[in-house]
């Protein structure tokens, strides 16, 4: 049972420039000066996130901590104009957050931080900065690189998510700030729209790894982050390269945990579900109260060894067993080595050229991009439909059961038809009966094969070698399953396809795959996190259901078509009572001989009510393509109290080269 947290719906953190940040406070029963946890989101606090905080600030309220959760400038209820994701100005304005906390009555001058997703990249950002009062972080489903392992670029292939992900942002930056703590709403809300970035197109001026990327991106120089870490995500997540990286390059005490889970708190992950406030509790007790728990003692390496599961696009419980890694990297790993043959994986070398060109819709069943945004209906399924698409190389059934842990990675040597080129490699688990489980993946632009920074245009005919790292993996193979290397140029709808489509041809005998193999004789304790314990939900009156539909199919002009439809529902919230809808429509189609033809459009609705107030906000996003540009076009109507003429109606288009995209 919780003691009774002191809540406060609504502090203002004053800034040097005279903007205000707007804040939630969740404070131990007895008010005594305590250690801070900090959450620092655009996704605002008073509906946003609000069912989410509810179940994670009151438990670290009541294990003694003073939580505040604070909207990023120009998001939520704080003043100010938004510019771009983890800018300067977010990153300045955190400090300022972190100092202001420090010196609060109820602070006892150390602050921890934590997040997942965006929040999780703003702590690592922040403690790379090396403010005074932040001790420790615990950094959820995040990354290092902002221009290799996020949602806008996989090895210089430009992923959908980066138009997609701007569309949701688009429909977020157009909502306004709560009438009840802003009575300049209205005004800041046209001004919100009206100044609102074109993200996408920001992110499409910059396809190569330049300095725009190189800002927040922690990798840059590791010995900056000075406090100790706990960098927690899920295989399930599109984050997965994040928490062996930091453990095996941070030299400050840090530890990884990978679970089963999505995008999603541990907790409150639909598959398989942990006790994700334990794993806080523990850490920020070792370090912001300095409690001798142990917590430096855990393996730097816990996860999740997940088994074939006959896959599902389904968010249901996967296969598999805890185990985990004293350190990080493990002497337990040894590097093996394959070599492709025709249709084979090998142990020895295999002469002769395979040709790779495959239809632009290989990829219907990778499934969302980041698993844990939608409703259901996000896992990879079974690949056999994408694999007979594909050029596969298999190993001959197992005589024992492998274990891989790590990063595979890809070594080719290969020539082009076309001087823009990609490929994507898959690795899957194919059990007996040919089902096919997708273990890891990566895209990658072959005109980025000796730099991300200074890409270059392939010569049709000129030899040229590339080495792909892989996602990172924890999988088991059983006894009888094959290993299976499979090929595309292409992997729609996760990432956009080339201006053409081309032939990539695989020297073999240049060609191999590299393995780590895990092979341990004495299992360590893995010191798996618990079942979750009971936690406070919020107590939200819902008005309408939540529902999720995915449908697939061929139009009349041979395009294949994903459309899926995410209704969040709408729901009254008990202690403010404002009633907060939404719903979102993402169509992506192409043809299969025609990359041209890529087309992606969403539409996100908005509506909020209290009262006799209420506001709507309709968006719309579309991104088309030709062999030489990218197309871009949003549109945004937002109106108030059921009328139907809009307060305002903003249109942009945008044009930009292809370039070698």
Not at 312 to 318: E, H, L
Request: one cysteine or more.
């Amino acid at each position: 049972m919780l003691k009774n947290t002191n809540i406060i719906e609504n502090v203002w953190i004053p800034l040097r420039d005279g903007r205000r940040l707007a804040a939630k406070l969740w404070l131990p029963h007895d008010y005594a000066p305590a250690p801070a946890i900090l959450e620092y989101l655009p996704y605002r606090k008073r509906d946003g996130t609000a069912p989410r905080d509810e179940t994670t600030h009151p438990v670290f309220a009541d294990a003694g901590y003073a939580c505040i959760r604070v909207d990023i400038s120009g998001t939520g209820d704080s003043d100010g104009t938004f510019d771009d994701e983890y800018s300067e100005q977010e990153l300045c304005d955190g400090e300022e957050i972190l100092e202001w906390v420090a010196k609060q009555n109820w602070c006892d001058g150390t602050i921890g931080m934590i997040g997942i997703s965006w929040g999780g990249f703003n702590g690592l950002q922040l403690a790379y900065r090396q403010p005074a009062a932040l001790k420790a972080i615990v950094t959820v489903a995040s990354t290092t690189d902002r221009y290799a392992d996020d949602i806008h670029y996989m090895d210089g292939c430009m992923l959908t998510d980066n138009f997609n992900w701007s569309c949701q942002m688009f429909a977020y930056l157009s909502q306004p700030a709560d009438p009840l703590l802003r009575d300049d709403w209205r005004a800041d809300w046209i001004k919100r729209i009206e100044e609102m970035p074109f993200m996408a197109a920001e992110w499409m001026r910059h396809p190569n790894r330049d300095e725009f990327w190189k800002h927040g991106s922690v990798c840059e120089d590791w010995s900056k982050i000075q406090v100790p870490v706990l960098a927690i995500t899920g295989w399930a997540d599109s984050y997965v390269n994040t928490p062996p990286a930091l453990v095996e390059n941070l030299s400050s005490p840090t530890k990884a945990l990978i679970g089963p889970w999505e995008h999603r708190y541990a907790h409150i992950s639909k598959i398989d579900p942990a006790d994700f406030h334990s794993e806080v509790i523990g850490w920020f007790d070792r370090w912001l109260k300095c409690e001798q728990n142990g917590a430096e003692d855990l393996p730097d390496y816990r996860t999740f060894m997940q088994e074939h599961s006959n896959p599902t696009p389904k968010n249901t419980p996967r296969n598999g067993r805890w185990i985990a890694e004293q350190s990080w990297p493990s002497e337990n790993i040894t590097q093996q080595t394959l070599y492709l043959g025709q249709g084979k994986l090998t142990d020895t070398v295999v002469t002769g050229t395979q040709a790779i060109t495959t239809p632009t819709h290989v990829g219907t069943q990778a499934g969302y991009y980041c698993p844990g945004m939608r409703i259901d209906n996000e896992l990879a399924g079974d690949q056999t439909s994408d694999d007979e698409m594909s050029v596969c190389f298999d190993t001959l059934p197992l005589p024992e059961p492998m274990e891989i842990m790590g990063r595979c990675a890809l070594k080719i040597s290969f020539t082009v038809d076309k001087p823009v080129a990609q490929i994507c490699a898959r690795l899957c688990d194919v059990s007996s009966d040919n089902i096919s489980q997708r273990i890891s993946y990566r895209c990658f632009n072959l005109n980025h094969h000796n730099s991300h920074e200074t890409p270059e245009m392939l010569i049709p005919g000129q030899e040229y070698q590339a080495v792909i790292e892989l996602n990172e993996c924890a999988h088991r193979l059983r006894k009888g399953h094959k290993l299976r290397l499979a090929l595309s140029t292409s992997y729609w709808p996760i990432i956009w396809p080339s201006p053409e489509n081309a032939r990539v041809t695989i020297n073999l005998d240049k060609s191999s795959l590299y393995i780590p193999v895990r092979s341990v004789v004495d299992e360590i304790d893995p010191a798996a996190p618990e079942k979750p314990q009971d936690f406070p939900t919020l107590h939200a009156e819902v008005l309408r259901p939540a529902i999720g539909i995915s449908e697939s199919g061929i139009q009349n002009n041979g395009q294949h078509l994903l459309k899926t439809f995410d209704d969040y529902g709408k729901t009254r919230d008990p202690y403010h009572g404002m009633i907060v809808g939404s719903h979102v429509h993402q169509h992506y189609s192409i043809h299969p001989n025609a990359p041209e033809t890529a087309r992606l459009e969403t539409k996100w609705n908005f509506t909020f009510e209290r009262g006799e107030w209420s506001v709507e906000i309709n968006t719309q996003s579309v991104m088309t393509c030709d062999k030489d540009s990218f197309f871009l076009h949003r549109k945004v109507t937002a109106t108030e109290s059921n009328s139907i003429t809009p307060i305002t109606t903003r249109e942009w288009s945008e044009t930009l080269p292809r370039g070698l995209s």
